[in-house]
């Protein structure tokens, strides 16, 4: 059974602080998704990767794939009240077939 | 419609009772999954439908929870004799294909209550 580690589970910073949030597995996945999700509503996807090592940037998120494809994280650079919410990662084993798995999720508050 | 529709978006129910749970996926996506979500919590995996291969039900937690897909569209989750403990987020997403990177399109959710 594929499982996905976050952490921290939960965040609270001030406006204009960096943070990170980081996901572990044991197993290998084809490729690794980041999620975001508010109150009431479904997860959004933010980012797909899929390639060991990679960088992908959107805005002032970072996020990057472990060279063994087993890890990932997310950093967020100077962090605003609108960042705030749920963040989930997910992975999946796409030759395998298996489905899409996520992580416990971590809450991030950022107050202003 | 253009995104995942599900439905009821709430449902309260009497502890031992039966529900059922619709979602209508994006038309042509062949992947389909349920999950469940507790409050402020991760998406806790039930089932996962592709295509016409059998789904996979790894992740329902006991045999009053099943789930169909007619015609590869539609799916109802049903819920047997519910207990307080069933309670949460019900979220059904759809995707286009098997393969890397897919993107997984949710629903709102169905909240469901057992009183």
């Known amino acids: 059974t594929q499982l996905l580690e976050q952490s921290p589970q939960f965040l609270s910073i001030q406006e204009g602080e960096n943070l990170t949030v980081y996901c572990n597995s044991s197993?290998?996945?084809?490729?690794l998704q980041w999620y975001r999700q508010e109150p009431g509503e479904g997860p959004v996807l933010l980012v797909t990767?899929?390639?060991?090592?990679e960088v992908k940037k959107l805005k002032r998120l970072t996020f990057q794939f472990g060279d063994a494809r087993k890890d990932s994280s997310l950093h967020i650079t100077a962090a605003q009240p609108g960042d705030t919410g749920l963040y989930l990662c997910a992975g999946t084993d796409w030759q395998a077939g298996t489905a899409l798995i996520f992580g416990k999720g971590t809450t991030l508050s950022v107050s202003s | 419609g253009a995104g995942v529709s599900q439905s009821p978006s709430n449902k309260v129910t009497e502890k031992g009772k039966d529900v059922e749970l619709r979602c209508d996926p994006i038309?042509?996506?062949?992947?389909l999954y349920w999950y469940r979500q507790s409050l402020g919590q991760g998406l806790e995996f039930l089932i996962y439908f592709q295509g016409n291969s059998a789904p996979d039900k790894s992740g329902l937690p006991s045999d009053r929870f099943s789930a169909e897909r007619t015609g590869g569209s539609v799916s109802t989750l049903t819920i047997q004799r519910t207990q307080q403990e069933d309670s949460a987020v019900y979220l059904c997403?759809?995707?286009?294909?098997?393969?890397?990177?897919?993107?997984?399109?949710f629903g709102q959710g169905t909240r469901l209550t057992v009183v």
């Open positions: 990767v899929v390639t060991g090592g």
């Open positions: 997403a759809s995707s286009s294909r098997r393969g890397r990177g897919t993107e997984a399109f």
């Open positions: 038309s042509g996506h062949t992947a």
């Open positions: 197993s290998v996945f084809s490729s």
